[in-house]
């Protein structure tokens, strides 16, 4: 290894650099250094050359010098008259370096040869690598507190984080009359982040975005919980069950190629780079890797593919992809490990959806679809229903809608047709239940419809009611169900009904004026509207309303930017259990309100208590004044040089001055 920072001294020899003006690039990331070539005499030098260039030329442009070498440098060793066992390679540009050394690292020219290449830049860390390897210093334990102690709140509170200009905020939701707002903040910071905050699904972890890669907080104390340096991430997606956290990055501007790691895999818990994936396409956005529900699987489109990773190895699952010819979307089940995919008509085969289960490739359900002109999937949260929206062309003017409803529950996965008679703008799944919600009609007054999948417990898709013409383009349910906000975003300009989908009600109707973001929290009690200065520079701020439409908390904020409830992860109950709760709610309701009344009370006498207070210290602060009034009554008269204490001694004069300002007198006009 020493020999080779000697060859490296000769080719900068400065007699070679005599008269040499131009500015020399010191950089030398298009040069590689190819180590364990075959030691041979002068003679086969050539051949072996010819060999490398052979080799290498189909990786990339190799920078001919005009000698033998062919743009190859391989040193002698002019006292054994041999080969010293490795050789320089200039490419024409950095890319085709790179390409060079991720390919043939580990490349076998016979079982006696395997190269070892790596960039001319990184060849000084190599030589001054010890011989003797030194294990480094374990590193100290450090105790990360519990990273859930949110979820112990004994209110049962929940949390949110805000961002306005350069400060970070995250509060307790607690709109109480008597809570105040030092007790609401949990944690605060200035430039917490550069560009946004994201939650873990589960909310174990807050995300901060910085320029060298993210930073992972958790804890009480929202403690530095992991840092991924990827450089210039611009997008982060973590695995259902926050295993893993995937970072992109891409070009700034479009068309820039460049070689990078575009995602990067990482172990949340470790900070262990699993596996980095690149990409020179040079395009402006990344499409992201999609997530099984358990985490085992990932997965993403390709040319007439899927490549499925599994994530113990991070290899595409059996060394081969999923052949799909012509894929054009797909989307895993949220509770099994099965995906969906649309594939469009491909030369004579008709447009189809096909779900397809994992690891076993076994096709579970195939539907044929004709005159397709968009397709549109969405999975029940719980993954009972697959919905298929098929928008299809009759004719030039014509075009009709239907759902295609798959039952994936049910045996052979039997599929019923919905058909709509006019144009679907919206589809939303009730989170838990078994009814959905379609906006349908000519805008900008659509018609509102819920259907359930269920007839008196019988599967088949019945109609509960519409609500014609309403001002309205978002569907928001409630995580819970039962409730859902239809609301009329961007040109409709913030107007939102709350409507109750058990008794087919409205419950409130109001507005946010300009709101641009809307989010349920994680329980389905308190809904926030806000005004997000990414889309709209005026009235910036937030309102948190309760599920019922009724105004919690209004906070108005100049350069307003997010605000994301923290999520809660999946409940321990089972639905029997939770059916079972929601039956006996009455009893459990009688302990609470119980408490709210206790909490009222307390309120109460803590604000007489207060006004009591404020009188006292009123009435001793009058009284002391009185004191001192009558202890410097004789120094008072002394220096007035009168007696001017009482009021009777004193008349009032009223005296008005009247002063002409300025005259002026002009003549308008004559009869």
Partial sequence: RHSLARERAKMHDDEELEGFDGKLDMSMDTVIVVDNLPVVPPAKVDKLIGVLHKLYSKIGDIVDDGTNGKGIFMPLDEGKGETKGFAFIEFSNKKDAAHAVNQTDGHMLDKAHVFSVCKFTELARIIDAPDQYVAPEPLEPTERGNLRQWLLDDKARDQYVIRYAEESEVLWCDPAPDAKEADKRVHARKKWTETGHMWSPHGTYIATFHRPGIRLWGGEKFEAAGRFMHNNVKRIEFSPRETYVVTYTWPDRPGDVEEFDSAIVWDVRTGEKKRAFKDDSGKENVEPFKWSHDDKYFAKMVDDAIQVYSSDDMKILDKKSFKVPGVRDFCWSPTQNCFSAYVPTFEQNPARVVVTEVPSRKELKQKNLVNISDVNMQWHPDGTYLCVK?????????????????????????????????????????????????????????????????????????????????????????????????????????????????????????????????????????????????????????????????????????????????????????????????????????????????????????????KEEKRRVFNLGEEKRKKLYVEWQKERREIRGCVTDDEEWYELVEETFEEMIESNEEIVGTL
């Fill in 390 to 610: 098929v928008d299809r062309q009759k004719s030039k003017k014509t075009t009709t809608f239907s759902l295609e409803m798959f039952r994936m529950k049910d045996k052979d996965i039997p599929i019923e047709v919905l058909e709509i008679p006019t144009n679907v703008h919206g589809f939303a799944w009730e989170p838990k239940g078994h009814r959905f919600c379609l906006l349908h009609g000519e805008p900008p007054r659509l018609d509102v419809s819920f259907y359930t999948m269920l007839k008196e417990g019988k599967p088949m898709v019945t109609h509960l009611k519409t609500l014609e013409k309403k001002s309205v383009n978002e569907i928001y349910w409630s995580p819970a169900g039962h409730h859902v906000v239809l609301a009329g975003m961007k040109n409709l300009n913030g107007v939102l009904n709350f409507y109750s989908v058990d008794d087919m009600e409205t419950i409130a109707e109001d507005e946010h004026f300009m709101c641009t973001d809307l989010e349920w929290d994680p329980t389905g009690r308190y809904v926030t509207t806000y005004v997000s200065a990414f889309r709209q520079p005026m009235e910036n701020g937030f309102t948190i309303w309760n599920f019922a439409g009724k105004r919690q908390t209004v906070v108005n904020r100049e350069k307003f930017f997010q605000f994301l409830w923290r999520p809660r992860p999946p409940s321990l109950l089972t639905n029997k259990q939770e059916r079972e709760i929601r039956k006996n709610l009455p009893e459990f309701s009688a302990k609470y309100l119980e408490e709210d009344r206790k909490a009222k009370e307390l309120a109460d006498t803590a604000h007489i208590r207060e």
